[in-house]
């Protein structure tokens, strides 16, 4: 049912990574799946920005990322074929690239707790732009 399976991560959010993976990890048991970890490096935005940070800041992100992506697959997936990806750009865009150049059959994206004035949680931003464009299913995890 679920050939290939994306999962976003955001790397600062331990405890709603360490679920997404879990989820992640049965499903991708279950159904014999690819999963492949994607996070997104946040990019300066403007020249003018940029210009403040070192010329190797961006490449020192990017071998930080990976190699956390890559303990991650191997502390939460043991019997599954994972694959690791970073892309820059704003999060919802960059996901939204990568469901259109990867093709997973399933999305699973963690839940920001954003709470209202009644202390409801709500979907964030991200995932409701993911989960209305996506080409696929999407499951958001709490």
Do not use: H, W
């Amino acid at each position: 049912m679920f050939n290939k399976i994306l999962v976003p991560v955001d790397l600062s959010t331990e405890a709603t990574t360490a679920k997404l993976c879990k989820t992640a990890n049965d499903l991708a048991g279950k159904y014999n799946s690819e999963v492949i970890l994607l996070t997104i490096i946040p990019d300066y935005g403007m020249p003018l920005v940029a210009s403040f940070f070192p010329e190797d800041a961006q490449q020192k992100i990017k071998l930080e990322m990976k190699g956390k992506l890559e303990g991650l697959a191997k502390t939460y997936f043991s019997d599954i074929q994972v694959s690791t990806k970073l892309k820059r750009g704003k999060r919802r865009q960059a996901i939204l690239q990568a469901i259109e150049i990867l093709e997973p059959e399933l999305v699973i994206m963690g839940c920001r707790r954003k709470k209202s004035r009644s202390d409801q949680r709500l979907l964030g931003a991200t995932g409701t732009v993911v989960s209305d464009r996506a080409g696929c299913s999407v499951m958001i995890v709490r």
